[in-house]
């Protein structure tokens, strides 16, 4: 190497000449005192610098060096060069004064220069920056990082195709958790976020130069900011659990707050603005790029153990779910869900923790939320849950993370569009195993317990309009089948999933314990629109049938009970009209029976049925404003009081001993004739009331749990046997040549006393053999023997109707010859076959 370097360029003769008279002054140059060898930029670049750092850079000077920057652009990467390998110098001789002015004249040219050649001085400025960063001292690392953030700012008119920022990336990341002590490390980290930020600024405007969306770029710049942004959560250390939410909630670190009125402090505190970068982060991502944002922060929490507690986890979410684009919401959701999935394993505190970060922020992403997203997130809670149950290991663990999805659940279904909750309720309803008396694990009945519990938590978000829409058939037979299921807990559930469907006036928590001061209540009453009218007389027998089928059952509580109470009282209030006053009267009287007959239930039982039955006929007089009714309801309360309280509510679980049963006092019971008169003297047609009552003897509606209806024909058979047995088909009388038959078989009072004295049970087993034997018949038997069996022997109204029509056609004229054309049996006589299922 030689020892003597030459400053003279034989390529610049011109600006040799332009300064002949100057001086040289590198003492390593070989000119001596001839300065005319010098190129005119080094002795522009050198003129800046002082004699002493301390009196700063020359302005002067500084001048002239961007006058000649601005003349000569194709000068910029000479000056940069020489500039960069004057500083590197110095930075080695450790004149770091001399290394600040140079830093500060290269911002200055990069701050005027906006030329096409700006790149070349770019490469030289970025070499410079990079200089700075690694060396060891706080201040020129600081200082590398204003000029990089100055540099990132400015807008280049073409971009540079091989510039890379790994180094930078890494850098600043490595800035972002140093240990300095003291206020050193603030600044330091501090410094390291701004570069982070500026590094995404400038390569996210521009699609041509590297790609800062790539894993390996993400997994250093995401942890480096949650490493500072989770440094107010360790003074949850030095406080108490109150005072450090407290202080929480006073620094204003809410997403959804204002931002701090004085910016200059939010930038000097490294959570803080670590929060913003954050922020402007995942705002800039686009959908390809947001799930390399979300990756390395789940990743985060997952190693250095951040689930539990969660209340960063909550924080770090909300702030993602509120920068994020509103479209790429669900996307949030759909990571959190994968990542619930990887951690089936883990503990149920760690899944508990993610579930409540869950059920925090999926009401956020609820409204963007549409068609198979929605059923996706819902199905995937729900598969999450029966998971929870089947690896059930910890019973109150799991118990929180159950709640915690349920919670999730209904958080996600509170802001939904109302057509989208009844899908929902219809689709968990499909994912409740139905209940079996036998084979029933507790496994079983824990599932459908928690299933129950999150369709309650979605029917609380939904406000019913019209019931019809609210009650499709699809969902409205599963509920009511799901109340006869045999744990009354489950029985419970369903009558407050019917209480909070139902209630549109808010009279639940008025109704919610039965009571005979139905005065003072101010229940909230308006008339029944046409649609609920034709829904309650289309649907009312299986909801009237279902709730007194749930009453037999031995196993009810007393909460059981008021449950059915509530049910049918806000059924009155909901649909007051004397359409269905009379089906509720026939329901309070067959209650009553059924208090009376029934010997499977205790007596505690009983008397909690008595005293239902009063409320009811209380609240149903005061709803119908049936004074007459109403004053006869109180004549049996006063009475009530006197000689039997216990027939009254509060409904308790034991009575006292000598508590008379109410078989005893009849005149303490509602007399059915007595209800008859009354309501006829308001003008409502009564005569049902008088028919014999379809409860308790195997009337219409819901059946037992796991039975079904045989088909349409099985209930229409059924209401003319009715009709048979009380002499009411008189079509007779009105048609012409045919005579009234009297019933082959008569209602004689043996065979009503076995119809109101047999247990339940005992019809039960019937029922099931009958099943049984049909359908073993439907499967063995030809088509033509099935046709033989269904057609009808007895059946009252086609012999009526063949009556009718033989009387008719007998008072026509016609030829021998039409007649003799015509079949033996008339087409009217011709049985359809029943429909059935093979």
């Given at each position: 190497m030689s020892l003597l370097s030459s400053c003279f360029n034989c390529g610049e003769v011109r600006d040799v000449a332009d300064s002949f008279i100057q001086k040289c002054s590198d003492a390593g140059c070989c000119c001596g005192c001839c300065s005319a060898f010098?190129?005119?930029?080094?002795?522009?670049?050198?003129?800046?610098?002082?004699?002493?750092?301390?009196?700063?850079?020359?302005?002067?000077?500084?001048?002239?060096?961007?006058?000649?920057?601005?003349?000569?652009?194709?000068?910029?990467?000479?000056?940069?060069?020489?500039?960069?390998?004057?500083?590197?110098?110095?930075?080695?001789?450790?004149?770091?004064?001399?290394?600040?002015?140079?830093?500060?004249?290269?911002?200055?040219?990069?701050?005027?220069?906006?030329?096409?050649?700006?790149?070349?001085?770019?490469?030289?400025?970025?070499?410079?920056?990079?200089k700075l960063l690694e060396s060891t001292e706080p201040e020129l690392q600081i200082l590398a990082t204003q000029s990089f953030v100055k540099f990132a700012n400015i807008e280049e008119d073409t971009p540079s195709y091989h510039r890379r920022y790994d180094f930078f990336v890494s850098k600043f990341s490595a800035m972002c958790h140093s240990g300095e002590e003291g206020e050193k490390k603030n600044k330091i980290r501090v410094a390291g976020i701004k570069g982070l930020q500026a590094v995404v600024r400038k390569t996210v405007s521009d699609e041509l130069v590297e790609n800062i969306w790539e894993p390996i770029h993400m997994d250093k710049i995401v942890p480096s900011l949650l490493f500072n942004m989770q440094v107010i959560f360790s003074i949850r250390k030095k406080y108490s659990e109150v005072n450090f939410y407290r202080y929480f909630q006073e620094s204003g670190f809410h997403s959804n707050e204002t931002p701090n009125e004085n910016p200059t402090e939010d930038e000097d505190d490294p959570p803080m603005l670590a929060e913003t970068c954050m922020r402007e982060l995942v705002g800039r991502a686009s959908f390809g790029h947001i799930r390399t944002v979300l990756k390395p922060v789940l990743r985060h929490f997952d190693l250095h153990e951040l689930w539990v507690p969660n209340q960063f986890a909550i924080h770090t979410f909300r702030i993602i779910m509120f920068s994020i684009q509103a479209q790429y919401s669900y996307t949030v959701v759909e990571s959190l869900m994968a990542h619930l999935d990887e951690n089936c394993k883990s503990s149920a505190s760690i899944r508990t923790s993610i579930a409540a970060v869950l059920s925090k922020i999926i009401a956020i992403a609820a409204g963007e939320s549409v068609g198979p997203t929605v059923l996706e997130i819902i199905n995937s809670l729900l598969s999450h849950l029966r998971d929870s149950v089947r690896n059930c290991v910890s019973q109150s663990e799991e118990k929180q993370y159950q709640e915690a999805l349920i919670n999730a659940l209904g958080e996600f279904a509170n802001h939904l569009p109302d057509y989208q909750k009844i899908e929902i309720m219809m689709f968990i309803m499909s994912k409740i195993p139905f209940p079996l008396v036998d084979n029933q694990t507790p496994a079983d009945n824990l599932l459908q317990s928690i299933l129950l519990k999150s369709l309650l938590k979605v029917g609380t978000k939904y406000q019913t309009i019209h019931l019809n829409t609210t009650f499709p058939v699809s969902f409205l037979e599963p509920l009511l089948r799901m109340s006869l299921a045999p744990d009354s807990d489950m029985r419970l559930l369903v009558q407050k999933i019917l209480h909070t469907l139902i209630d549109r006036h808010h009279n639940l928590d008025k109704l919610s314990k039965p009571t005979v001061e139905i005065a003072d209540l101010e229940?909230?009453?308006?008339?029944?629109?046409?649609?609920?009218?034709?829904?309650?007389?289309?649907?009312?027998?299986?909801?009237?049938?279902?709730?007194?089928?749930?009453?037999?059952?031995?196993?009810?509580?007393?909460e059981n009970i008021e449950a059915i109470y509530t049910t049918l009282a806000l059924l009155c209030v909901e649909l007051s009209s004397g359409e269905t006053v009379i089906d509720l009267l026939q329901l309070v009287l067959g209650i009553q029976n059924l208090a009376l007959t029934n010997n499977s239930l205790t007596t505690a039982q009983k008397f909690n049925l008595h005293a239902l039955v009063v409320c009811l006929l209380v609240l149903?007089?005061?709803?119908?404003?049936l004074k007459s009714l109403e004053e006869y309801a109180s004549q049996i309360i006063e009475a009530r009081r006197q000689e039997a309280p216990h027939l009254l509510p509060e409904f308790m679980v034991h009575y006292p001993s000598n508590s008379e049963g109410a078989g005893k006092v009849p005149h303490l019971l509602i007399d059915q004739m007595a209800v008859c008169e009354y309501v006829k003297s308001h003008g409502i047609d009564a005569s049902r009331l008088l028919q014999t009552s379809p409860y308790g003897a195997g009337g219409p509606g819901i059946v037992a749990a796991g039975a079904h209806r045989n088909s349409w024909i099985d209930t229409a058979r059924g209401s003319i046997t009715e009709l048979a047995g009380v002499n009411e088909v008189d079509s007779a009388a009105s048609s012409p040549g045919v005579q009234r038959k009297v019933p082959e078989e008569q209602l004689t009072f043996e065979s009503m006393k076995k119809v109101l004295t047999e247990p339940p049970e005992v019809r039960k087993e019937a029922e099931a053999e009958r099943r049984k034997n049909l359908s073993h018949t439907f499967r063995t038997a030809t088509f033509s023997e099935l046709i033989r069996r269904t057609q009808p022997k007895h059946d009252l109204l086609q012999n009526k109707l063949n009556e009718i029509f033989k009387s008719l056609s007998t008072n026509e004229t016609r030829s021998p010859s039409e007649e003799e054309k015509k079949p033996t049996v008339p087409t009217y006589e011709q049985n359809f076959p029943e429909l059935f299922y093979y």
């Open positions: 010098r190129p005119r930029y080094k002795r522009l670049v050198d003129n800046i610098f002082p004699v002493y750092p301390q009196d700063g850079l020359v302005k002067s000077n500084m001048e002239k060096l961007t006058f000649y920057s601005l003349s000569s652009p194709e000068k910029l990467d000479r000056i940069g060069e020489y500039m960069y390998q004057k500083a590197a110098r110095d930075i080695y001789r450790k004149k770091y004064g001399f290394v600040v002015i140079a830093m500060e004249a290269m911002d200055q040219l990069l701050m005027a220069c906006h030329a096409p050649t700006l790149n070349l001085f770019v490469e030289s400025f970025l070499k410079m920056i990079q229940l909230v009453i308006e008339k029944s629109s046409r649609p609920d009218l034709i829904f309650i007389n289309k649907h009312g027998p299986i909801i009237y049938d279902a709730l007194y089928t749930s009453l037999q059952m031995d196993t009810n509580t007393p149903i007089s005061n709803v119908a404003n």
